[in-house]
């Protein structure tokens, strides 16, 4: 029988290991930021540019959110969240409910009873996939692995074998890279009133099943940022660690890092915090010095716009992140449709979509993870395969500008829709329109005839025509294009190297300037408009969507995010509060401006956190009905610094009632 209690003495090494780095000088890091700040890229990270991400629990068995889109991963929590929704599901499909039937009664479900690791090794070779990244827990809690550090693993449960470990074996045998992914980061508040606060409280559903079963606690909790949570997690990853020889180091985002009064990487920590930051450095500068001393080139990420680590540590990582610059060495973790995990009937990109994501990202200095989210039995859902099939039929004839590549001098060309990539001395210039007649690029301009050898069209057998002309060079692709499908690449041979270091914006947070917020609530933002306001929003404004709040829940009957509606509806409590982190680049300012739907008069505030001027605060007048939303000024906040800053609406509990919100927007004054 398992000691599932030996998580104690992991702890000790945990929190010890700092120190213990510190005090072995021959070991490649010493313990601190700046030393890990200096880890290479490896090579294989570098060059192998295509990933497989995989996202597989217990959730696959429900492979179902409200509103058929989003993260279908974080039902296990919104199974809590949203009640009056999610309960009578389960009834329906189980023929039970929280707290008679919880999370914890669904894993029963999850069984890999079709899986075979092997094949999805040999599949994931086919595509041209170099590395492999697979959930070993997700924030609810699970296993996938075998631990012996907590019951609630898939060897003693569901499919009662080892999922992280039987992959693991099949990748090696294929000559895969392999990075079995933690995301335990955000479990302590993810069955909790409040997510991302230092003193979480779990729901009382959650506290009543673990009254009725003791074991569960092990699997909902702990709950909040303790000692015992951070210990556990360091543990849990030494498991992995020394079970598996991972080849990465994965973790998802800290948000804990820059909520809840605190901004870790700015000085600003709660002592919990603190030490988790503390500790969770030690476990990176221990997988990375166990890395070197097996002779292994191991690598971790950076993940969150508010970055984890000290720029340098690890690849610069966000969900879909598609920078519009060349950035510092990046990684997007991507999906093929609105969720990670299996969710049935998602949507899902077009092929040629996903071919064209994939090329933008490699030529901007970044690694493309393309997400799976396999049924809970094994299967993966034919539509993953399909994109799979064709990104793999892409890259086999392709492959020369993707696998060991590197950014040009620019990475793309908008008016032919253009995208550049290097190897030694070739230019391979990627059009993702059907070439149908001669284009030039641009940023030849100035070339000589000389300077190009030889210019040819992957997968075509055509000479194809070129010329040097006073605007660059000028290509005529050939009437017959070849084999290639969705996007063209024209291999350019040249006299010298073409890659071009000095061009990279290494600054990580003027790279990440225009991207996508990441949602980490999982809701489906793709069809939603930027801001639709009654008001227009001037040159400079900040628009903060309903879609990206982060809710902060009293009771389980408090507000939630509508998807279907695009708002955050059922606002009743004057206890439940609503906040985003936001990204001021521009000093100065603004107008706070409402959008909502009111039936009574209510009364709301809203303060920016770290300015100088006072929270502003409106009586909301009637608009007409919740569903008829106006746009309502509550007055200036002055801003005096570029930062990051967390905006917060709070009702007033004199003179509150019940409002639906679906935006705020800060507004220049000027």
């Keep these: 029988m398992k000691n599932y209690n030996k998580w104690v003495g992991f702890a000790v090494v945990g929190a010890s290991l700092f120190g213990v780095v510190n005090g ?39 492979g179902y959110r409200k509103g058929g889109r989003g993260y279908a991963e974080h039902v296990p929590k919104l199974i809590y969240e949203d009640p009056k929704h999610y309960y009578p599901f389960l009834e329906e499909r189980y023929g039970a409910y929280p707290p008679e039937f919880g999370y914890k009664d669904i894993i029963p479900e999850f069984k890999a009873e079709k899986w075979d690791p092997d ?58 890279k392999y990075a079995p992914s933690y995301h335990r980061e955000r479990h302590q508040s993810f069955f909790t009133t409040q997510k991302y606060v230092v003193n979480a409280e779990p729901r009382a559903d959650i506290v009543e099943e673990i009254k009725r079963v003791p074991e569960a606690a092990s699997l909902y909790g702990p709950f909040g940022t303790t000692a015992a949570f951070v210990d556990s997690y360091v543990a849990r990853w030494k498991e992995i660690q020394e079970k598996y020889k991972p080849d990465m180091l994965w973790m998802d985002d800290f948000p804990i890092y820059t909520r809840d009064g605190n901004n870790v990487r700015k000085g600003q920590a709660k002592p919990e915090v603190q030490y988790f930051d503390d500790q969770v450095r030690g476990m990176i500068t221990d997988f990375m ?22 720029d340098g540590v690890g690849c610069l990582e966000k969900d879909n992140l598609k920078l519009k610059v060349i950035g510092p060495k990046w990684q ?124 040819r069209l992957l997968g075509s057998e055509e000479n194809v025509k070129w010329a040097m002309t006073p605007q660059g060079l000028e290509i005529t692709p050939p009437r017959d294009l070849g084999t290639s499908e969705y996007a063209w690449t024209f291999e350019i041979v040249t006299d010298r190297e073409q890659h071009t270091p000095n061009v990279i914006q290494h600054d990580a947070s003027e790279a990440l300037k225009g991207t996508k917020e990441v949602d980490l609530e999982g809701h489906d933002t793709s069809d939603l408009p930027e801001g639709v306001f009654v008001v227009p929003a001037k040159e400079g404004s900040i628009v903060l969507n309903a879609a990206s709040a982060t809710l902060n829940v009293s009771d389980a009957r408090g507000i939630i995010y509508s998807a279907d509606d695009g708002y955050i509806a059922r606002w009743q409590s004057a206890a439940d509060t609503v906040e985003w982190s936001v990204s001021v680049k521009t000093p100065g300012t603004y107008d706070v401006i409402v959008e909502v739907g009111v039936n009574r008069l209510s009364a709301v505030r809203v303060s920016v956190s770290g300015v100088v001027s006072e929270p502003v605060e409106c009586r909301l007048p009637a608009t007409g009905g919740y569903k008829n939303f106006k746009a309502v000024k509550l007055g200036p906040v002055t801003i005096e610094k570029a930062g990051e800053y967390r905006v917060t609406a709070v009702p007033i509990a004199d003179g509150w009632q019940p409002i639906n919100l679906r935006a705020v927007m800060l507004q220049p004054t000027n």
């Design 332 to 455: 997007s973790c991507t999906t093929f449709g609105t969720s990670f995990g299996y969710l049935e009937g998602d949507k899902y990109k077009s092929i040629e979509g996903v071919i064209h994501e994939m090329i933008e990202v490699i030529s901007r200095n970044g690694n493309f993870l393309i997400n799976i989210g396999p049924k809970a039995d094994g299967t993966i859902p034919e539509p993953q395969v399909e994109r799979l099939h064709a990104m793999g039929d892409w890259l086999k004839i392709n492959g020369d500008a993707i696998y060991g590549s590197r950014y040009w001098n620019v990475c793309d060309q908008m008016n032919e829709h253009l995208a550049f990539t290097t190897k030694d001395k070739n230019l391979y210039a990627i059009k993702m329109e059907k070439p149908m007649a001669p284009f030039t690029i641009e940023a030849s301009k100035g070339w000589k005839k000389e300077q190009v050898k030889s210019v």
């Design 289 to 310: 010095n166990d890395g070197a001393a097996r002779g292994a080139d191991v690598y971790v990420n950076n993940k969150g716009g508010n970055r984890n680590w000290p």
């Design 119 to 176: 094949e999805w090794a040999q599949l994931f070779k086919d595509v041209g996939a170099k590395y492999v990244v697979m959930t070993a827990e997700h924030h609810d809690g699970w296993a996938n692995w075998d631990s012996d550090l907590t019951p609630w693993n898939a060897v003693d449960m569901g499919p009662k074998r080892d999922l992280v470990g039987d992959l693991g074996e099949a990748l090696k045998k294929q000559g895969l």
């Design 24 to 62: 072995i000088a021959e070991k490649p890091y010493d313990g601190s930021w700046e030393s890990l700040q200096e880890m290479p890229v490896p090579a294989w990270f570098d060059d192998g540019k295509i990933g497989i991400f995989i996202h597989w629990g217990p959730y696959s068995a429900i």
